[in-house]
């Protein structure tokens, strides 16, 4: 028989794949996907708490490309982060700009910014494999519990987007990412990086490394502030605050008995356990 979709009526006779075509047709021209889509998007890729407007200049561009096409994902994504809101949020609206580093894409930026390397599909953090406790290959970054393949509670997403710590929730923000993203979280991805001699676990062959020499360098070299200027480019893009910054040079002035490649591991988990580094901005 026939169905009636939003007020859209498929008519009766149909196959299965004709319906179901349709009906993504109604929901696709539906005025309520612009926006919806555009949320999302802006909160993957830049804000977790946009603006009614930015999430407007987004929502037009996914409705009309400028070409009179509607859902040309590149236009939807060029107007997101070409947004005057995406460009100068951080310093028109700090205090709420901004979204939290997921799991994944800490893990990623920390093999990124220093060239891990691998001799075959499974990647190693010094000594220990990325997820300690199952060895999770490369492809399917399993190093965190939150964001393995495959765990997702639901269809939708590791976290949802509407989630928010309580003290945020009353001032009615969000922040999705804190869903699978807790305290647990940090501490996990910490051990990942700080145990690389296998002094909790066994030690296992050595795959794949990152490339830490030249931090190395500067630590053994007593050069404090040149290794802080240079995890401060390639971890923060130049943002490490002045606090962080004290905190952590304090740090190693107090541990000058350990060993200089331990220490470097341990001054970038420091870095990276930072509200400089958790809040992209």
Do not use: C, W
């Amino acid at each position: 028989g026939e169905k009636v979709i939003m007020g859209h009526t498929i008519p009766a006779g149909g196959d299965t794949r004709t319906d179901i075509n349709l009906a993504l047709n109604i929901l696709f021209n539906h005025p309520n996907t612009g926006p919806f889509i555009a949320r999302q998007m802006i909160q993957r890729l830049v804000t977790s708490n946009p603006s009614p407007e930015y999430i407007g200049r987004v929502a037009a561009a996914f409705n009309d490309n400028g070409e009179g096409v509607r859902g040309d994902l590149k236009a939807v994504v060029k107007a997101v982060l070409l947004d005057e809101e995406a460009l100068n949020g951080a310093t028109t609206n700090p205090a709420t700009f901004g979204k939290v580093r997921e799991p994944l894409l800490f893990v990623s930026h920390l093999f990124r910014a220093f060239h891990a390397q691998k001799e075959d599909n499974t990647l190693y953090l010094g000594d220990q494999p990325l997820y300690r406790y199952a060895s999770y290959g490369f492809n399917g970054t399993g190093y965190t519990k939150q964001e393995g393949p495959l765990e997702s509670l639901t269809v939708f997403n590791h976290f949802t987007p509407e989630d928010a710590p309580y003290s945020l929730k009353k001032e009615g923000l969000v922040a999705p990412e804190f869903e699978v993203f807790g305290t647990d979280g940090v501490h996990q991805q910490l051990l990942g990086l700080i145990n690389k001699d296998g002094f909790i676990y066994e030690t296992h062959e050595v795959t794949a490394e990152l490339q830490l020499d030249a931090e190395t360098a500067l630590m053994e070299a007593g050069k404090y502030d040149e290794l802080l200027d240079r995890l401060n480019t390639l971890l923060l893009g130049g943002g490490m605050s002045a606090i962080t910054r004290n905190t952590i040079k304090g740090y190693i002035e107090q541990q000058e008995n350990i060993p200089s490649d331990k220490r470097v591991r341990y001054v970038i988990s420091l870095v990276m356990a930072s509200p400089d580094y958790a809040v992209q901005r």
